[in-house]
């Protein structure tokens, strides 16, 4: 089960590979500045994932002007996210979370999936600038896309 609306949201540290290099993408970074759309999606270079991540891309500026940052984060590694992401032109800044503790954390890990061993479900949580989590969705199979309306909604509440 994802972590309720009204928990203090746990802060990471995962990392990022981009053409600059590995970077650390850490929600801290966005407290007291931004809200923070986290998006954790099962793996990298599947057609659900890549649909949602181009789509997120191409709507980036929706959630920017909402006054939002978007963390995309799956177990993948940042090499491969960092692949994927050249090859499908996705611009959303992507986390990796290689040893499964943030999927954990925010409940949301899966024992199986597939036969592919453990992964993050595809769920959906909106963090406000204090850090307490005011939308948490784990959707009901890693086909079904989260409820981007509602998320949007909550942010504009927020904004």
């Known amino acids: 089960m994802p972590i309720p609306v009204g928990t203090q949201a746990p802060d990471f540290t995962l990392k990022s590979k981009t053409a600059a290099g590995v970077t650390d993408v850490k929600l801290s970074e966005n407290l007291g500045r931004k809200n923070t759309v986290l998006l954790f999606f099962p793996l990298a270079f599947t057609g659900v994932c890549t649909k949602e991540m ?19 984060i799956s177990v993948d590694s940042p090499f491969a996210q960092e692949a994927w992401a050249q090859k499908e032109k996705i611009s959303v800044r992507l986390g990796s979370d290689l040893n499964k503790k943030t999927a954990k954390d925010y409940g949301v890990l899966l024992d199986d999936l597939g036969g592919f061993g453990s992964t993050s479900a595809r769920a959906a949580f909106v963090i406000d600038k204090a850090g307490v989590v005011q939308y948490s969705e784990q959707t009901p199979t890693p086909k079904d896309l989260p409820n981007f309306e509602a998320i949007k909604a909550v942010l504009a509440k927020l904004a």
């Not at 181009?54 to 995309?72: F, H, P, Q, R």
Request: glycine fraction near 10%; charged fraction near 15%.
């Open 54 to 72: 181009c789509e997120i891309s191409e709507g980036m500026n929706a959630y920017s002007s909402l006054g939002a940052d978007v963390i995309a």
